[in-house]
């Protein structure tokens, strides 16, 4: 392990070049540039917002502003968004990457750490434009988002956890690339990002503590809609399941390491 | 100290028969492959700082392979390479390049990628840019070069900073004719400084030129491992030999080794060279008319004859070769115990030195058809210059001069 982070630490200059050229090559042939990759879920959001508002905005209860129903999906979006970009790029990782991965002697561990720097790039520019629209639409910035450090940590590591454990297993199985963006679309409805948690009919309630993103997208609700502080305890729990996620697709990357080379 | 040393290196593909228990095997379970496939085994040899090793084979031999393994991009299945010091390839030149960044910035990715820190770079940017020469380029998007420039850009990163190791595919063409040059030149100068070579290449001229150690893979092994002639005239053989007969070495009064090889239905009796008196002679004057001549016996009947011979330099050079297909002299249906004698005469516009003599019966244009008898080595003689003005290199090529101030 300290041997893993010290080979990263020596490529810590191609991290965070790819990271960059990334970033810039995004810019090189397009007027827009990055501005896509946060007009792509505001664009989302805003068909949601306009197709569902009616039905859902009425469901939410406890706050008085009347495009309540944008924020909250505004926020869940934001959450569900990283967590989704980081599992669908690990997933893929290692296949579109084979050829470098054949080619060229690196630490491996580089690939998934460039994808999810370059993840967080993409949300932390959401984010922030997200602060302008609440703005606009009169929600303030306040201390709360604060509790955003730790819950961007443990989404990450969850999705870390599950991409890494995917993406190895793609490489060998590769129905799982298939497969994978389905489940990711279902397991999209089955998280209250859409729609307010109080809508699932009462027998179902118990099930949706079973899905890890329900503590996270709730928190991220309570914190930018609501400007409360969330619910530790069930963070604690996700958080638990991340590390134990995180830690197994570690330790399957570093067992599947020289055999992926092998199948690419 | 050895720089590189490889140990019982073996590669297996591994074929599970679902890739669960693949998956299962990394968790610890006692699950056997379903099929292992080696691609190489039992390799072992050891380099020393300032060699230059070629490394010959056919395609599929395992070259590449061991290569990847040498670098460090495949993990060996038994056996283990150690590395004392850093191995720059140069076998893929412009990986990871991004089409819609600069030179320079590419630059800085490419080394990133090859283990360098942002300080490093900075210190050898002017010089990547300098040996490069694509002048403004450099600071445009790598969209518009041209494939020449960007592998000139690719080979000057690849080759910023002197290596311990250096591993050349000689097939590879670094751009025009006079980046070609520029580049060797720095090899060889990285070589004089004492970073190790290894050579893939499948040309003869360049691993004897440039390499003093071969070493021969064949189906997975190391089968030959020694000076570039032997191992070249040895590889030689073997590409004749592919179909049954088989390859006979033996080493010569002098130490040298020659390589015979074939499938006999035809043999060489004897090769000698004599002098324009009908004498057998072993020292050749500068531009001596000599005739070289081969008796050949047939073994048993055959549809066609040609008769080659390939005259080599001290270091296995082709100096010059031809054969009775190219002179228009080749035998058609001969039979069982006839014996043919060729006389081919020509004036010895060779340099000075020391030259060897291969010759082959086969049929059509070339040995790889049919090989009846191939032999290195057959006749070794001297060229002396008794009676020319004094000269340099490989070839008598006399001039007249005139001058004028």
Redesign the interface.
């Known amino acids: 392990m300290l041997e893993l982070l010290k080979s990263l630490w020596s490529y810590r200059g191609f991290v965070f070049s790819s990271i960059r050229n990334e970033f810039s090559a995004r810019f090189a042939r397009s007027r827009l540039g990055g501005l896509w990759m946060i007009i792509n879920p505001l664009a989302q959001v805003a068909i949601y917002a306009l197709v569902l508002s009616n039905v859902l905005a009425a469901k939410l209860p406890g706050i008085d502003n009347k495009y309540a129903y944008a924020l909250y999906l505004m926020a869940g979006m934001l959450a569900w968004s990283l967590f989704a970009e980081i599992i669908s790029r690990c997933l893929t990782l290692f296949i579109d990457q084979g050829n470098l991965m054949k080619k060229m002697r690196f630490p491996r561990i580089t690939l998934p750490v460039i994808v999810v720097g370059s993840c967080l790039l993409n949300y932390v520019l959401l984010f922030v434009a997200l602060l302008v629209v609440f703005a606009l639409l009169g929600q303030w910035p306040h201390l709360h988002m604060l509790w955003l450090i730790p819950l961007t940590v443990a989404v990450t590591a969850l999705a870390v956890g599950i991409g890494l454990i995917l993406g190895v297993l793609n490489v060998f199985v590769r129905d799982i690339g298939q497969v994978v963006p389905i489940l990711l679309q279902i397991w999209f409805w089955f998280t209250p990002v859409v729609y307010p948690v109080n809508i699932i009919p009462e027998r179902f309630r118990s099930y949706i503590d079973m899905n890890p993103m329900f503590p996270i997208v709730s928190a991220y609700h309570d914190i930018l809609v609501y400007a409360k502080t969330p619910d530790i305890q069930q963070i604690v729990v996700t958080t638990v399941i991340a590390v134990g996620l995180l830690l197994l697709g570690l330790f399957m990357f570093r067992r599947a390491a020289p055999e992926m080379v092998d199948v690419l | 100290m050895s720089l590189l040393t490889v140990n019982n290196l073996g590669k297996a593909?591994?074929v599970y028969a679902s890739?669960?228990q693949?998956?299962g095997r990394?968790?610890g379970l006692p699950i056997k492959p379903s099929e292992e496939h080696w691609v190489l085994k039992h390799i072992s040899f050891s380099i020393n700082p300032g060699e230059a090793i070629g490394i010959v084979g056919q395609n599929g031999a395992g070259k590449s392979t061991l290569l990847?393994m040498i670098?460090?991009?495949?993990?060996p299945t038994e056996g283990t390479v150690h590395v004392n010091g850093r191995?720059a390839a140069i076998?893929?030149l412009g990986?990871?390049f991004?089409s819609?960044?600069t030179g320079r910035?590419n630059v800085?990715?490419a080394a990133?990628?090859?283990?360098?820190?942002?300080e490093q770079?900075n210190e050898v940017i002017d010089n990547i840019e300098a040996f490069a020469e694509i002048g403004e380029y450099f600071d445009e998007?790598v969209r518009t070069y041209s494939s020449g420039m960007q592998m000139r850009v690719a080979f000057a990163v690849a080759t910023a900073i002197r290596p311990e190791i250096l591993i050349v595919d000689e097939a590879l063409s670094v751009g025009d004719s006079y980046f070609q040059h520029k580049s060797f030149d720095r090899i060889r100068e990285f070589q004089a400084q004492g970073t190790t070579l290894l050579i893939v290449s499948h040309d003869r001229g360049s691993i004897q030129t440039l390499c003093n150690r071969a070493i021969l893979l064949e189906k997975g092994t190391v089968i030959k491992d020694g000076k570039p002639e032997e191992v070249m005239d040895f590889y030689n053989a073997l590409i004749a030999e592919k179909e049954n007969a088989t390859v006979q070495v033996r080493e010569l009064q002098d130490g040298s080794i020659q390589t015979r090889s074939g499938s006999g239905e035809a043999s060489i009796e004897s090769v000698t060279l004599h002098n324009a008196a009908g004498d057998p002679i072993e020292y050749v004057s500068v531009g001596e008319n000599v005739s070289l001549r081969i008796a050949t016996r047939i073994n048993s009947s055959i549809p066609e004859l040609v008769v080659g011979y390939l005259i080599k330099d001290r270091l296995g050079q082709p100096v010059f070769g031809t054969n009775t297909h190219y002179l228009d002299c080749k035998l058609d249906s001969l039979e069982a115990g006839e014996t043919v004698n060729y006389s081919f005469r020509f004036a010895a516009n060779l340099g000075v030195g020391s030259y060897s003599v291969a010759v082959a019966l086969h049929t059509e244009a070339s040995h790889l058809s049919r090989n009846y008898e191939w032999v290195d080595l057959t006749l070794v003689f001297n060229v002396v210059n008794i009676s020319q003005s004094e000269f340099v290199g490989l070839a008598w090529v006399p001039p007249t001069v005139e001058c004028s101030r």
């Open positions: 593909y591994r890739e669960f693949r998956i990394w968790f990847k670098t460090g991009t495949l993990q191995i076998l893929e990986m990871g991004s819609d960044l910035q800085f990715h990133g990628l090859m283990g360098f820190n942002a770079i998007p």
